[in-house]
């Protein structure tokens, strides 16, 4: 399940979350079941947008998946994303944690691929990102 079709390359997936917010339990637990459904999971704690293109570039993963538990994501996504896109890398990329409803839009229009919210079906997140 964990490989990307035509390839046998497992997944790589960089998880994010930021230094600032203690919320981790989510995250943690979705990188152990995209772990146990085969994907390649790398999870870092970052301080600055920048730690997270870096990675994301230097691991080069399929997938990158960031938590958040309140804001900071209208700062954090839209720079990291203009920061991939200007060196080039394309990649799958979701969303976790509280998100309000109204911002669901927003984020979809500037290039995040999915939201998983509090309650997501543990199946949903990793069929999105090994599909």
């Known amino acids: 399940m ?20 203690a919320h981790d339990r989510g995250i943690r637990y979705i990188a152990e079941v995209l772990r146990d459904a085969g994907v ?15 990675i994301a570039l230097q691991e080069d993963v399929d997938v990158l998946g960031m938590g ?4 900071g994501y209208e700062f954090d ?9 200007a060196k080039g890398k394309a990649l799958k990329f979701m ?10 839009p927003k984020l979809k229009a500037i290039g995040v ?3 998983f919210g509090p309650g997501t079906p543990t199946e949903d997140v990793v069929r999105f990102v090994a599909h």
């Not at 958040?68 to 804001?71: A, D, Q, T, V």
């Not at 996504?77 to 896109?85: Q, R, S, Y």
């Open 2 to 21: 964990g490989t990307m079709a035509g390839n046998s390359r497992k997944v790589r997936v960089l998880l994010a979350k930021s230094d600032q917010d």
């Open 40 to 54: 390649e999971v790398i999870f870092i704690r970052y301080r600055i947008c920048e730690e997270v293109t870096e």
């Open 68 to 71: 958040f538990y309140s804001s």
């Open 77 to 85: 996504i839209p720079t990291i994303l203009e920061a991939l896109k």
């Open 95 to 104: 969303v976790g944690g509280i998100i309000s409803g109204d911002e669901v």
């Open 113 to 115: 691929d999915a939201i």
